[in-house]
Structures are given as C-alpha cells and as structure tokens.
C-alpha cells in the first residue's frame, strides 16, 4: 500500500518491515544516499552562485572534461558512504580503480559494493540545465571481512540489489528500486525531505518520444538510422516528436513518466557506444524493467551482458516496450 504523505525514511523503514531485506545493512545505505544527495543538491542549487561551476582542468579517467561539481559530488558520496562504515567498496565513474573499504584499518563485514555515477550530464551544469546521480549496489561475491575483489564489481546488471538515480531538475528527485518496482520521491526543499511523490511509476507501453544526439547522425549503425526515418515518418498513425537533453538521467525519466526511447548507440568515433554499463547502463537499465520497460544492446538484454572492466561502454537504448522491439527488429534486419 502506498501513501502519498510518506517520507523517504519512513518508506525505507517499511520496505525493511516487510522482509525485502533481510537485515537494516540495505536501509542504511540507501539512507546514506539520500543524505549525500541532499548535500549535492544544496550545491547543484548554488552553482551559478559560487566559483564551483566551471571546469577543473583535469581529465578523468577515461579522458573527459571533468567540471568542479563532478569532483565535489564523487567526493560527497564517496565520504558518505565510507564514513558511515556501511560499504565494503565502491567503484565510480570518476575513480580509475574501485575503492576497497576493507584495508586493515577499516576492517568490516559489509556485504553490500555501490557503483556510482556521481554527477551525470555534467556538461549541462554551466548553462542550468538538469543533471543526476546514479547508483548501482550489489552484494559482494568474495568473502566477507577480505579486501573486496575486482569480481565483485564486474557483475551482471541482473545481479543488482539496488538501482536509482537523483535528477537535480526542477524540482530535486530521488527514483530508486530495490527489485519490487520502481518510486519517485520529491524533495521538499523548504523540509529538506524526501516526499513519495511517484508511487510505483510505469513506462506507457507505447510512446512518442524519441532521444538520441542526431548531430551524430551520418555515425549511426543501419537499424538506428531507420529508426529515426520511421519516427519521422508523416504517414506514421503516431506523431513522434524528438526530445534529447543530454544527461542520461533527465532524457530518461522523463521518457519512463511520459513513454519514450533513449538511444545512445556505436558510432565510428565511439565504437563501443558512449555510455558506461555499470556506472549508467545496468542501473537505468534495472529501472527501467522494474517499470515495465526494455534496455538491450542493440539485440541483447543489457542486465545479461557480462561485464569485463570497470569502465567499459556499450551501446545503449531503453524505453517504452513496443518502441524499443520495433528498434530492435530494424536492427536485427540490418
Ligand atoms: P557524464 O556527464 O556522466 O559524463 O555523462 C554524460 C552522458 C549522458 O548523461 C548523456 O546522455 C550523454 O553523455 C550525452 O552525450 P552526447 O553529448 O554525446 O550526446
Ligand atoms: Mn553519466
Ligand atoms: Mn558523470
């Protein structure tokens, strides 16, 4: 059952109450997300304000622009979850290797690992524009109390306990499942709390929105190429209509609340595709089946696809389900 009055808190404590965990180890560390993101979102909301915004003349591991706020957040989550004790590792987008939170000294027997994107569409933040966080947990695969392992982080996106992500938009919200559906919680910035706005929120099984960057257009693979033709195809009984912000998380909610497709696919410049499967694609991708949707490859489901290094992109597209078949049947023919 579902109340629309309740608190992010409250509604964690519940769902521990109700045995979709069996210890509190889950709720604190959702807990400590939560906390974290409300201290970004307090950033994001001043960057115009403060000498944050900007790039840092530093590239990040996989040699992108990475702007103040990238290293803020990745610092601001990284802490939070270390310093709470309540992790055995985390691997992020802004890190070249994961983090082992078992060294001697911090010895513990978490059992949960957190991949995180910590600030994406970052390239949005200068021009006010909304960008998210994603995170991403699955339980450990080697031995409790032992420095964690690269196996550990390099599971299947089926293997995930927990997914969500935070969209720092116009109003700031946290969408997060933990395999029992997917709900949206709005943050109340005068409370500074979470409220359960989006209680068990579903993908329309059709939609008319497509989101890809066209500017790469003449780069895309056959079946995408057509794809497109055919959304903007006048004789089309539905009108689509194509929308592409550039933060992953923004393109994506939007068209998981209103019915859409995202796409990201190969070009000749990315040949692997430019989003990260498990910083980005396996968590959007556990979401967006939680909420009825369809995440694959390009003809393979993203959760099954075995993950082989930390960083590692793949071409990427999720959406309404009937949108995303038609895609893949014109890719499969190509
Ligand atoms: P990040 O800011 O974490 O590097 O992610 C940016 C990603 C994703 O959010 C977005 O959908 C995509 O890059 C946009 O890429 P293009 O600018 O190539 O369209
Ligand atoms: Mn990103
Ligand atoms: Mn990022």
């Known amino acids: 059952m579902t109340n629309k009055n309740q608190t992010l808190g409250e509604f964690i404590i519940e769902n521990q109450k109700s045995h979709q965990y069996s210890s509190g180890e889950l709720s604190s560390l959702i ?19 403060v000498d944050i915004i900007g790039d840092s003349n530093t590239i990040n591991t996989q040699g992108e622009e990475q702007q103040k706020l990238d290293f ?31 060294s001697l000294d911090e010895c513990n027997n978490n059992k949960y690992v957190v991949l995180i994107d910590p600030l994406d569409g970052s390239s949005n933040i200068d021009v006010n524009v909304s960008v998210g966080t994603i995170f991403s947990i ?113 393109d994506f909610h939007r068209n998981m609340i209103k019915g859409g497709i995202y796409m990201y696919p190969n070009t000749s410049k990315n040949i692997n595709g430019k989003l990260r499967l498990l910083y980005e694609c396996n968590p959007i991708a556990f979401i967006c089946e939680q909420a009825g949707g369809v995440a694959i490859d390009g003809s393979s489901r993203i959760l099954d696809v075995n993950p082989k290094s930390l960083h590692q992109r793949i071409p990427f597209y999720c959406g309404s389900p009937s949108m995303v078949k038609k895609l893949k049947s014109l890719m499969i023919n190509n």
């Open 31 to 49: 807990n400590s997300i939560r906390l974290a993101a409300k201290v970004v979102n307090f950033q994001v909301n001043k960057a115009g304000l």
């Open 72 to 102: 803020y957040a990745n610092d601001i989550f990284i802490n939070a979850l270390r310093n709470r004790n309540i992790v055995c590792g985390i691997a992020s987008e802004e890190e070249e290797d994961f983090i082992s939170i078992n």
């Open 138 to 250: 699955y339980k450990r695969v080697s031995e409790t109390g032992t420095k964690v392992e690269l196996k550990d982080f390099l599971q299947k996106g089926n293997k995930q306990v927990a997914a969500g992500y935070i969209i720092y938009g116009t109003s700031t919200m946290l969408v997060y499942t933990t395999g029992f559906g997917v709900n949206g919680f709005t943050l109340n910035p005068a409370i500074g709390s979470f409220y359960l706005s989006h209680p068990e929120i579903k993908f329309p099984e059709k939609g008319n929105i497509y989101s890809i960057n066209e500017g790469n257009y003449l780069q895309f693979p056959k079946g995408v190429k057509k794809y497109i033709k055919y959304c903007q195809d006048e004789t089309n009984k539905v009108a689509y209509t194509s929308r592409y912000i550039g933060s992953l998380v923004s």
